[in-house]
Each structure stands twice: as structure tokens, then as C-alpha cells.
T-cell receptor, first 118, second 109 residues
């Protein structure tokens, strides 16, 4: 149980284009999902917290107009990187919280999406 | 906000030896402390976790200890195997999760 998927697993795009990454909870309903960014040889940095049916909460320094998050259903959150630039190239990882897992703050992580902006 | 420090950044051990990774946290309200293993190009995989009402937890070759007073927790891997080689992250959580910088563990056969 508690499986989280991401799509695509890797994407290459041209500078200035927008890219959408999907995060799905496959066998549970996730009221809260999280988006992280991980640069090479670095740790995971929380970008934003996505709550179903409401606006995402962004961490300090993360541009909400550049990283659009939509959590329209209990099993799907999307991250859209708008007007992507080479410095946005990174590994984007989502996670989801299962409210029925018995632990209030346990998170289940997706496999990540490697974004390369040329 | 929460700040998590992790040491060492790299650790190399001989197969069969034990490996210990240590983390400290700053926010005494944190109540959940997971450890993740991340292999190259993959998402983090939960290997063990501990909650603030427990001092120690063990799962086969892996154990975690928590000292709430000192605000530190440690991961212990015994009888290491080459397949244990990966990057390990600790994290501390109240509602959202903050990660340590990671430890690259190499187990030499």
C-alpha cells in the first residue's frame, strides 16, 4: 500500500517552455501532498505544500507564479514549471500523506522526475 | 523553523562492519523522525522511522535511537552489505518535513 507515482520520470525541454509534472497517490486518498526539489549531491528541499481544494503554501524563496501547483483531486497534484530556464534543471520529487496510515506526519515519496532545461 | 544537521557526509565501511549516522534537530516540537535511503536517480525510500514517544526501534539489521533531551537521533546498520551503499537522509517532522544534508555510505566488499 501507500504507493505514489510521478509522471514523467524524465523530461527535457527548451528554455522558455512550460513543463507539467504529475503526482498521483495510487491506493490512498491524499489530502496533503508535498513538492521537493533536489539538486545534484544535495538534500531534498521543500518547495511547497499542496492541499486538496485550496491554494498551495510555498516555502520562502520559491516563486509561486513560476511553480504552479494544482491539487484538484484527492489523488492528483500537478507541478507546472513555467517559462523554464536551465537553472530550473533539477530532480523534482513529490510525496503524499495518507491520513489513514496511523501516523499524522508520515510521507510516502514518488520516484522523482528529472527535468533538464536546454 | 526546524534545522536538521547530519554527520558524516560520507562514510566508507568494510562489508560486515557497522555503520552509524547521526542527526541533530533544533525544534523540540518535532515528533517524527524517519530515515530514507536514496539510490541514484530514484526517490527516497523509507527504511525506518521513530516517533518521539519511543527511544529505540529495530528492524532486522537497522536500528534507530532517539534522545529527545539532547535532540539527536542516530541510524545504526549492522552487518553491512554492498547493497546498503546509497545516500541516507534523516528528517525531522512536525507537520512538514525537513531533511538532513545526507550521508553517502559506501560498503566495500
Amino acid at each position: 500500500g501507500a504507493v505514489v507515482s510521478q509522471h514523467p520520470s524524465r523530461v527535457i525541454c527548451k528554455s522558455g517552455t512550460s513543463v507539467k509534472i504529475e503526482c498521483r497517490s495510487l491506493d490512498f486518498q491524499a489530502t496533503t501532498m508535498f513538492w521537493y526539489r533536489q539538486f545534484p549531491k544535495q538534500s531534498l528541499m521543500l518547495m511547497a505544500t499542496s492541499n486538496e481544494g485550496s491554494k498551495a503554501t510555498y516555502e520562502q524563496g520559491v516563486e509561486k507564479d513560476k511553480f504552479l501547483i494544482n491539487h484538484a483531486s484527492l489523488t492528483l497534484s500537478t507541478l507546472t514549471v513555467t517559462s523554464a530556464h536551465p537553472e530550473d534543471s533539477s530532480f523534482y520529487i513529490c510525496s503524499a500523506r495518507d491520513p489513514l496510515s496511523g501516523g499524522d506526519n508520515e510521507q510516502f515519496f514518488g520516484p522523482g522526475t528529472r527535468l533538464t532545461v536546454l | 523553523g526546524e534545522n536538521v544537521e547530519q554527520h558524516p557526509s560520507t562514510l566508507s565501511v568494510q562489508e560486515g562492519d557497522s555503520a552509524v549516522i547521526k542527526c541533530t534537530y533544533s525544534d523540540s516540537a518535532s515528533n517524527y523522525f524517519p530515515w530514507y535511503k536514496q539510490e541514484l536517480g530514484k526517490g527516497p525510500q523509507l527504511i525506518i522511522d521513530i516517533r518521539s514517544n519511543v527511544g529505540e526501534k529495530k528492524d532486522q539489521r537497522i536500528a534507530v535511537t532517539l534522545n529527545k533531551t539532547a535532540k539527536h537521533f542516530s541510524l545504526h546498520i549492522t552487518e553491512t552489505q554492498p547493497e546498503d551503499s546509497a545516500v541516507y537522509f534523516c528528517a525531522a517532522s512536525i507537520l512538514d518535513m525537513r531533511f538532513g544534508a545526507g550521508t553517502r555510505l559506501t560498503v566495500k566488499p
